[in-house]
Every structure is written in C-alpha cells, then in structure tokens.
C-alpha cells in the first residue's frame, strides 16, 4: 500500500487503518462502512471552509451547490480513479467478477473511507491538508456564476423554453448484487430526436447521468 500513501500524501501510523478503509462489505469485516461516515463528514466540513474562504460574496445557497458539486459521488470516483484506488480495494469475489473496482458508487465510497481512515490516524489537520491536495484540480474548475441546477432541472427548463414535451425515463437494466448496483437509464425526447443513456449507483443518479448526456446531444444540434 505505499504507493497508494504516496499517491495521498500520507504515512499512515496505523496500517490497520488504511487496510479497513479498503475492504468493501462484500470482502470481510471489519469493512470501511463505519469510517466511509466519518469520513464524509470530515470531507464536507474541509469543502466548506475552503469555499467559505475562496468565495467571500456567495450566499449559503451557492456555497452549498457549489460543496455539493465538489463532495458528488462522480467528482469522488474521478479522484479515486486518479490514486488508482480500484487496484487497492478488497472486494469480494462476486465484486471483483462484476467490476466493482471500477464502479463510481465503491470508489467514491473508498475514498471517504480513507478520509475518515485519515482522521483517525492523525487528526483533523492531517485529514484537510490531504483533502485540499485532492480536490485542488477540482476546486480550481468550479464557476460560480454557475446556476448549480441539476441536469433534470436544466433539461426540463431547456425544452419548456424550446415549448418542446418533457422528456421521458425508462429503466432499460439493473446489473450487480442487491447491495451494489447499477441502473442503466434512457432519457427520451421523442419530439427532437434524442435518446440518451446514463448509468449510476440509484436511478435517480443515473437519471441525471442520463439527462447531462441528453442536453450534451442537444447542444451540438
């Protein structure tokens, strides 16, 4: 595991630590789920401060969509995919034939593990300097004078504009076990032509997967 210490910046005191925050429930206990907890609440905290302090004229409202745009699980799972935190992971069989490694949903997961896993080892500062780190790529592309609307919203509020019919969700498959899987989502705008796929961890997250694809398709119309 020390390229993946190298890859965070962090020597872990505690190995133990680093080995529990990568065990998916799937493999054996103890798994990362209790420190998947804390270190999510780590994690928005640390995003908060750093938005509090870079954006000093945001209201609430704009601080909080632009954190939830930093702490979503596809921003996590690119992050993760950057450390090649898949390689690391213990999975169980089932997991590994299915490709759990790389689904967004483990990955993002994981990588709130570690940061909790982090938090233990050695405190707060450590936890936020390896944070910050992590998502300064990410935290440099944010706009905000960006609406923060989600994709559905966006896509709904572009056709009504366009007095275009509101697009329609279907459910097309659902792959992996009960307590990881994966919709795959069509969005369809008969009316325009357009069908477009997205896939996610719940199928309100692949609805929004399948709605950013649909308005990417629109936008080259």
């Not at 870079?54 to 601080?63: A, I």
């Not at 990955?107 to 593990?113: N, P, T």
Request: include cysteine; hydrophobic fraction near 40%; charged fraction near 25%.
């Amino acid at each position: 595991m020390g390229r993946l210490e190298t890859a965070l910046g962090h020597q872990f005191g505690n190995a133990d630590l680093l080995r529990q925050a990568l065990t998916h429930r799937s493999h054996s206990s103890p798994h990362n789920e209790r420190l998947e907890f804390l270190g999510d609440a780590v994690l928005n905290c640390v995003v908060a401060s750093l938005l509090y302090r870079r954006f000093g004229d945001l209201r609430e409202g704009d601080l909080s969509r632009q954190r939830a745009n930093l702490v979503r699980q596809e921003a996590l799972a690119q992050v993760a995919q950057g450390l090649s935190l898949g390689d690391h992971l213990r999975l169980g069989e089932g997991e590994l034939k299915s490709g759990g490694f790389r689904r967004p949903s483990i990955l993002a997961d994981a990588l709130e593990a570690i940061i909790g896993a982090i938090f233990l080892d050695a405190g707060f500062d450590a936890a936020r300097s390896v944070i910050e780190r992590l998502l300064s790529s990410l935290l440099e592309q944010l706009d905000p004078s960006d609406s923060g609307k989600d994709p559905k919203t966006a896509l709904q509020e572009f056709l009504q504009a366009q007095r275009q019919p509101l697009p329609q969700y279907a459910l097309l498959t659902t792959r992996g076990e009960a307590h990881a899987q994966e919709f795959e989502i069509e969005c369809a705008i008969a009316s325009l032509g357009v069908r477009a796929l997205g896939i996610g961890s719940s199928r309100r997250a692949a609805e929004q997967a399948a709605a950013r694809e649909a308005l990417r398709l629109l936008s080259g119309k």
